[in-house]
């Protein structure tokens, strides 16, 4: 007899409600954000790099990268909810686009990535690290990072939009003075990012341009 594992409650609740929080992010022009943003980096990937998207969820973030124009050789897209990454999976084969071929889903959990050290050239996470403790979601995305390689996180900043999120999202919010600090222990901080007042994605986030030590 094969014993199912236990889903946590987190995993519960964005299995529920994968869908609705795709079509929302859709319309709320996230993807077009981050992908403006991400273009304005220099993230020195090539055919060689493999990217992994922590926390994925339905796949805004990865296909904003893509849209930015990197073409890595892999990413993966790691997320706890299944239904979420199914979600992620038929936006790519709508899309019917050869870039995303090298997408590949990953169920599992952040805070214990089945990757090797020292595995990824790039590692994007945004709206995760607040399901998780901070130090322990921290460390372990640095552990998979390069050397020298670069983490784009984007937390949730302090405003009323992140509170009512927060609420709705079941989650918890670290302050960001706390993010910056516990970032530094694991990475320099190359910079902070606002997003235009214009964007939805200003209203509840930020980013940080982290480089592992
Ligand atoms: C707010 S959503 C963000 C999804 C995606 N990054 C985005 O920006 O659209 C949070 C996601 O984190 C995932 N998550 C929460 N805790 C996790 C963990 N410990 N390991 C992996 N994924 C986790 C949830 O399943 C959910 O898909």
């Known amino acids: 007899m094969s014993i199912k594992p236990k889903k946590s409650k987190t995993q519960n609740f964005y299995d529920r409600i994968a869908e609705v929080h795709h079509f929302a992010l859709q319309i709320n022009g996230y993807e077009k954000s981050v992908a ?33 124009g990197f073409k890595p050789r892999k990413t993966i897209a790691l997320d706890l909810s299944r239904n979420s990454l199914e979600v992620a ?3 790519v084969l709508k899309e019917r686009s050869d870039v995303w071929d090298s997408i590949c889903h990953v169920q599992g959990n952040v805070l214990s990535l089945p990757f090797e050290d020292a595995f990824f050239d790039t590692v994007l996470t945004c709206g995760v690290l607040e399901y998780i403790p901070l130090d322990e979601g921290l460390r372990e995305m640095a552990r998979v990072l390069k050397p020298g390689s670069k983490l784009v996180l984007i937390p949730i900043k302090p405003s009323i939009v992140g509170s009512v999120l927060e609420f709705l999202y079941k989650f918890n919010a670290h302050p960001i003075k706390d993010v910056k600090r516990v970032a530094q222990k694991y990475f320099n ?10 964007e939805p994605i200003s209203w509840s986030k930020m980013i940080f341009l982290l480089e592992k030590k």
């Open 36 to 68: 403006k943003y991400l273009r304005s980096l220099d993230l020195q990937i090539d055919s060689d790099s493999v990217v992994l998207d922590a926390g994925s969820g339905t796949g805004i973030v990865s296909k904003g990268f893509y849209r930015a």
């Open 89 to 91: 999976r038929k936006q």
């Open 189 to 198: 901080v190359l910079g902070d990012f606002r997003f235009p007042i214009t």
